[in-house]
């Protein structure tokens, strides 16, 4: 979840990689730090605890010039977010290191390399890594590509690894396991990132590196080998991003850009997918028929915001598709011991695709032979769409705003077509996928309407200026959407925030109830819709101030203590999708209000790479 850029070049990569950091301070913002062989063959390094517009400060006064070089952004796992602990780590002013991941043996290590007399100077775990690199290795004789392969053996855990030395200026050595990496080609120069955000301004072509790999890169070459010490050729791939797609442009936040892009994003999901009223099975992949025909249930596994979004699909699989549909918690799934179900599609979600719990999660499924497996991503190329048999990308497009808003309605659009086409082997009719199709297709100028709702919803949220809790409610398909409203809210503005089901509220949440207690509600039309509102009496019988989303016959009446906003109509099974879009713009202006960092709350990382 941390970010990693590093270059080789022969003009001067020190601004390449502070605005690579830039790019990549969505995935974490405690600290920031670079390194670089400078014009005196020595590494010379800058760290500053905060954001990367700190650093950039510190490395301007130091007039850093340099040809290769290695920076970082960080988001705390071991030790404190202090200078001391920023990466990158350096060891006898001979070997720099940048890590993203956790090396799990690393207390082992520290204890063997204090008693070998190796002085440390942070709290983290990838101290150990420049000492082994090092004192361990290169101190022998080796040079710096075989100190990495040897000590890389020694390491249990995840990394992402760039490395430079002051004796082998311009060469740079990277490696991962666990943990993603690209490598950027440019002309006579080379890059390395965790995401391709950070090098769009200097390359669109990338290379991206599989489970295993360690790269050699010079000015002049570049050699990768494979997790068996075998050199192999990866594919470069351009990418169709540019720099621009990730620009924030007339928007204050990333997060309202991301907002209102959802219309074009749920486009760009479904094009090319439909074909008159029905869902492409080959959308899915090329043996996605023969992998649908065999399936009898579907796990789900995610986390966080994809979470809720399998715990929509749930619903649309039991109910539209008739089969079972089990969602799980990926962090606590690998650590219980479920019943393998045969024939079962495990279907994992992921923006990033590189979330180490879900990614675990499928592995471990795998290994217990559960079925076949899909992943819906955002990322093309990313490790979970690697580890599945099947994908479906959803086309969001770059998210950098922390809280995730677009990849939920994308994760729910792709849902949703994945239920069509498992449905028809189960007794989804013709007309009833044509209807949903249609429901599909409404869906850009549907958010298009509900997003005019804006300056209603600003408006709202300053009832909301002074609060510390939050209560969300719903009721069937809409429980999961009020979960993701107290998701975001809690994320972005720090309010307590809780969901529940509606027909819950009886059975503990009602004591706490006040007239400081807003609480939110879902309501569409639909056949819940008269349980949700005597749920919601109860409520207003005990001095809770309500604020209902409603569709317009859903007939709710305001009074004193209940704030109807309509939404547009929609149909059932994608009001989700239309419903979660207000509780977005709910959460971003009461942020506002409360003065937080938007698109990047505290103590959070957009990317969740380690476990």
């Not at 602990?85 to 063997?112: D, F, K, M, W, Y």
Request: net charge negative.
């Amino acid at each position: 979840m941390c970010g990693i850029v590093g270059a080789v070049a022969e003009r001067d990569v020190v601004p390449i990689l502070i605005e690579g950091l830039k790019r990549l301070e969505y995935r974490g913002y405690d600290s920031a730090g670079v390194a670089v062989v400078n014009e005196d063959g020595c590494i010379e390094r800058v760290r500053m605890p905060g954001k990367v517009a700190e650093l950039e400060k510190q490395a301007n006064k130091a007039k850093l010039v340099a040809h290769s070089g290695i920076a970082h952004t960080r988001w705390a796992t071991h030790g404190e977010p202090t200078k001391k602990n920023a990466h990158p780590h350096v060891c006898r002013q001979s070997v720099a290191v940048v890590h993203n991941g956790i090396i799990e043996n690393h207390e082992e290590l520290r204890t063997a390399q204090t008693k070998a007399g190796y002085e440390f100077t942070s709290d983290t775990d990838t101290e150990v890594i420049a000492h082994q690199v090092y004192e361990h290795h290169i101190v022998q004789k080796k040079d710096l590509l075989t100190a990495i392969k040897e000590s890389i053996k020694e390491f249990e855990g995840a990394y992402g690894l760039g490395v430079i030395s002051n004796s082998e200026d311009g060469r740079l050595v990277a490696a991962r396991s666990g943990s993603p990496l690209v490598i950027g080609v440019g002309i006579g120069e080379y890059f390395i990132a965790s995401d391709v955000a950070a090098l769009l301004p200097v390359t669109q072509r990338f290379i991206f590196l599989e489970e295993g790999d360690v790269a050699d890169i010079t000015r002049q070459s570049l050699t990768i080998y494979d997790s068996n010490n075998n050199v192999v050729e990866r594919e470069i791939k351009e990418s169709e991003l540019t720099a621009d797609s990730v620009e924030r442009g007339e928007y204050r936040h990333y997060m309202l850009k991301e907002i209102y892009e959802q219309a074009r994003a749920v486009t760009d999901t479904l094009e090319g997918r439909i074909s008159g009223h029905k869902i492409l099975e080959e959308s899915f992949g090329l043996n996605a028929r023969q992998v649908f025909d065999n399936i009898q249930g579907v796990h789900i596994i995610a986390c966080g915001t994809s979470y809720h979004s399998g715990l929509v699909a749930r619903h649309w699989f039991e109910t539209l598709a008739n089969i079972p549909c089990s969602v799980e918690v990926a962090s606590e799934f690998r650590y219980r011991k479920p019943v393998v179900r045969k024939n079962s599609l495990i279907v994992t979600i992921s923006q990033s695709g590189e979330t180490a719990d879900t990614l675990a999660g499928l592995k471990e499924a795998k290994r217990l032979g559960f079925g076949q497996s899909l992943t819906i991503c955002n990322v093309p190329e990313s490790s979970l769409t690697r580890e599945s048999d099947l994908t479906l990308l959803t086309r969001a497009g770059p998210e950098i705003g922390v809280a995730s808003t677009k990849a939920f309605t994308t994760q729910l659009v792709a849902l949703l077509m994945l239920v069509i086409v498992v449905g028809r082997r189960h007794g989804l009719d013709g007309k009833k996928e044509a209807d949903l199709v249609k429901q599909l297709k409404a869906l850009p100028a549907k958010i298009d309407k509900v997003l005019e709702m804006d300056a209603e919803i600003k408006d709202v949220s300053e009832m909301f200026a002074d609060k510390r809790h939050a209560l969300f409610l719903g009721r069937g398909l809409h429980y999961p959407v009020a979960m993701e409203g107290a998701l975001k809210l809690k994320e972005i503005s720090y309010i307590h925030a809780e969901a529940y089901p509606a027909g819950e509220l009886k059975h503990g949440p009602l004591a706490l109830v006040d007239s400081e207690m807003p609480v939110i509600s879902v309501a569409p039309n639909n056949d819940m819709l008269e349980k949700l509102k005597s749920n919601l009496q109860e409520v207003k019988a005990r001095g809770g101030e309500l604020f209902v989303f409603a569709d317009k016959k859903s007939h709710f009446k305001e009074d004193e203590n209940i704030h109807v906003l309509n939404v547009v109509e929609c149909e059932d099974e994608t009001s989700p999708i239309i419903h979660t879009i207000p509780l977005q713009l709910l959460s971003y202006h009461v942020a506002i209000l409360k003065g937080t960092d938007v698109d990047q709350p505290r103590n959070l990382a957009k990317s969740v790479t380690v476990e």
